[in-house]
């Protein structure tokens, strides 16, 4: 797995980076998130200056994508330039993950379709008047889409990455990594309970989106 | 309060950015958390490269430090040219927390003294090595010198300098916003429950360590 994690000028590290950071926990197994940018450096919303791994047309070629959240979304948002290469993004051999205004972004190329989704509270009115149905819940999924709502359900985007692309064993080694210590159980077990009910049934499961 | 997140070549993403991210939420308050290095810019554990924004001498400057953590910190840890700048760190002026491997790196200043620590599961026989009594828990300070154990127990050293340099109500809001959406108590009540038994009593309290 070959997983985009989208990061514009403005990005929020948590958002970004926990993801990317918790994907990488495969990387023995062949695994590696990438830190994907339309320009050659992006500087976060703190004035952190990243170089990128790869470009923007990396979005439509990897097995997944997250569409990470910044400050400058709503701008990006109404960037033709970006916009076209995020609709060459496929639902039908991509999983695809927005977390929190990444959603409005997410909502812009359509490909979001009528499902209801997940962001911060911040972005929530934006992402509303996208004629989106927003839930009061840190993460939601429908077939390969998903959304997450909150820096910290980056946790549960990447979880549901690892589900999707590998399986229970995989996501609840990454995420009992990451987790504090004496308070890993309880960490693993949040982060399943609040994916799991979005998985498709096994039956359709068995069909690896990438 | 101005904050230097140490961040060394081979550096954990969440350990330096979960930290920094969370403390600049109080940046509308006069705060800055910087990635703090010894080159321009240093690569992480999975290669992602990222610009410094102070150098070291930094450390012994900021009103706080957090010691973040990477593969590399055992070799970090026999560098004289760092371990004497991380030894002009002062904890009678400075809040000093160290995640993960920081804490072994932490223990080679001396500055720890016989504290008990935390620590993740790998660097743990290390530690122990060094000398210094872990702890299975994600958090434990004493005075001005607070350790963390597991990637995302740096929340819990960020909620520590907002409780010490700010107070309840500051690491209230900048936790409240970076937890997730329909979990957010739990993720504030958490962190303070983890945190709040290692604050100094109310009259030590009141004198603030900047």
């Not at 791994?53 to 990396?58: H, S």
């Given at each position: 797995m070959h997983i985009a994690v989208l990061t514009f000028d403005g990005f929020n590290e948590l958002d970004s980076f926990i993801a990317a950071s918790i994907l990488n926990r495969q990387r023995p197994k062949g695994w590696k998130a990438f830190i994907t940018s339309p320009t050659k450096t992006v500087t976060s919303m703190n004035g952190v200056t990243v170089e990128a791994?790869?470009?923007?047309?990396?979005a439509a070629q990897a097995d997944a994508v997250i569409i990470g959240s910044g400050t400058k979304t709503r701008d990006i948002a109404r960037d033709d330039a970006v916009l076209s290469q995020l609709r060459r993004m496929d639902p039908a051999r991509q999983l695809i993950g927005a977390q929190c205004s990444g959603t409005l972004l997410l909502s812009r190329t359509g490909l979001l379709g009528d499902r209801p989704a997940c962001t911060d509270l911040t972005t929530k009115p934006w992402v509303i008047e996208a004629g989106v149905c927003v839930l009061d819940q840190p993460f939601f999924a429908d077939g390969n889409i998903a959304t997450a709502g909150g820096c910290l359900a980056s946790q549960y985007l990447a979880a549901w990455v690892l589900l999707r692309g590998g399986g229970e064993e995989d996501a609840r080694a990454a995420l009992h990594y990451v987790a504090p210590v004496g308070q890993k159980e309880e960490y693993v077990e949040r982060a399943l309970g609040s994916v799991q009910p979005y998985l498709p049934s096994p039956a359709v499961g068995a069909k690896r989106a990438a």
């Open positions: 791994e790869r470009g923007l047309e990396f």
